[in-house]
């Protein structure tokens, strides 16, 4: 008899959270385990699941905003395919389904629940009176499972350390990464680009949290002083039509590409020298791991979870939210060094093969799903 496992999403996307999730479905093997998964309808995992088979419950009320209504629209439709389906476990992601489906799951009497952190609801850009409401609701949802994982060691210490979460009841489990000896890559003559030109490349949604529009600023500044400079922003989200607008405005299109979401991102990633994140808030950026692993070293945001992956001076750079000199003069620097950009390259490849492998990664799951199932036998 295979174990039952529910993972409940958020957002139908494919960025880190949901492809974190995939990376453990199709990992894990068909033998033991047999997995759904709900999440808001359309969008590209919708598809990704029917390709792999994995039955999906889609959620139309289901949205980042809170919305009351919708909200206990949304808390009883899980309450309701628990009932059905019996799950044996139930893995919700994200703080809102985080804390809709633990408790939902809790009351429809699934045996095992477990809740992975990417990265807590609060962070030091919202005031006080959010951040104290963000962790009331974590320490609430907390006592309705039984394993919290983390993606970091920080916010695991974080979670101790503030009483959020009990610490024999939280873990870190890092999110892996297949190993890659080398991507394809996109000509830069495609693009328009000369072959000596470096290029900084980004792979994430367009969004507050990614800090994308200063970026996309700091970006014009370097290319109007740098014609051997380009750089291609992959993604979308509600902020693409601003950086785009900021780019052209600037008149910098030629040099600052915003093709959309691609899905050959690891031909991208072979046309990139530096890959660059200035997230505000992170937990344990895929895409980051997955630069690491093509070997490209990393200018990223000094936050928790970035400072986790990559080293100040080994792998690539960490730069403070808001320091937008040392942010330019890290990219100039390593656009302009290329013995340096291969060194780092080699490190962050050497670190994602030995500490972020995605065998460890799916055998650390796959070890506390059956512990904590065989617990409740």
């Known amino acids: 008899m295979k174990i039952k496992v529910l ?25 033991k385990f047999k997995f759904y998964v709900i999440s808001a309808s ?29 909200d206990i629209m949304v808390f009883l439709k899980f309450y309701q395919i628990c009932i059905r389906e019996k799950f044996d476990i139930v893995h919700t992601h994200s703080s809102k389904t985080g804390f809709l489906g633990r408790i939902a799951a809790k009351l429809a009497g699934i045996k095992v629940i477990v ?28 006592k309705f499972c039984d394993k919290v994982i983390s993606v970091n060691e920080s916010e695991r210490e974080l979670a101790v350390k503030e009483k959020i979460i009990p610490k024999d009841k939280i873990i870190t489990i890092f999110n892996g990464i297949s190993k890659s000896e080398s991507f ?30 200063d970026l996309i600023k700091v970006a014009i500044e370097i290319v109007k002083c740098n014609e051997n400079i380009k750089f ?15 780019v052209e ?26 890959f660059i994140l200035y997230s505000k808030w992170e937990g344990l950026s895929l895409s980051i791991l997955e630069a690491m692993s093509g070997g490209k070293p990393i200018i990223a945001s000094k936050i928790k979870g970035n400072n986790e992956l990559v080293f100040d001076g080994k792998n690539g750079f960490l730069v403070e939210i808001g320091n937008h000199k040392t942010l330019k003069e890290k990219i100039v620097w390593l656009a302009n060094h290329k013995n340096e950009r291969e060194k780092m390259g080699l490190e962050s490849k050497k670190l994602a093969q030995e500490k972020f492998s995605l065998e460890n990664f799916v055998n650390s799951y796959k070890n506390e799903y059956i512990k904590l199932y065989q617990k409740k036998l």
């Not at 993972?7 to 033998?31: A, F, K, R, T």
């Not at 699941?49 to 809170?66: C, D, G, S, T, V």
């Not at 807590?120 to 609701?137: A, D, R, S, V």
């Open 115 to 142: 809740h992975t952190i990417h990265g807590f609801p609060f962070n030091p850009f919202q005031n006080l009176i959010l951040q104290n409401f963000y962790k009331t609701l974590e320490k609430t949802a907390e």
């Open 249 to 274: 405005s600037a008149k910098m299109s030629v040099n600052i590409l915003l093709p959309g979401w691609k899905n050959d991102i690891p031909d991208w990633l072979g046309l990139f020298d530096i």
């Open 232 to 246: 291609i922003f992959i993604g979308d989200g509600e902020l693409w039509n601003n950086a785009k607008n900021l």
């Open 7 to 31: 993972h409940i999403q958020l957002l139908p996307l494919l960025s880190g959270v949901q492809n974190m999730m995939l990376n453990l479905i199709e990992n894990l093997g068909e033998e």
């Open 42 to 70: 359309n969008g590209p995992l919708v598809q990704k699941l029917r390709e792999l088979k994995i039955e999906h419950f889609q959620i139309p009320e289901l949205r980042r905003r809170i919305n009351i209504i919708k």
């Open 184 to 213: 394809s890559s996109i000509p830069k003559n495609d693009l328009g680009f000369r072959k000596s030109d470096t290029v900084i490349g980004y792979v994430s949604r367009f969004s507050k949290q990614k800090n994308i529009i």
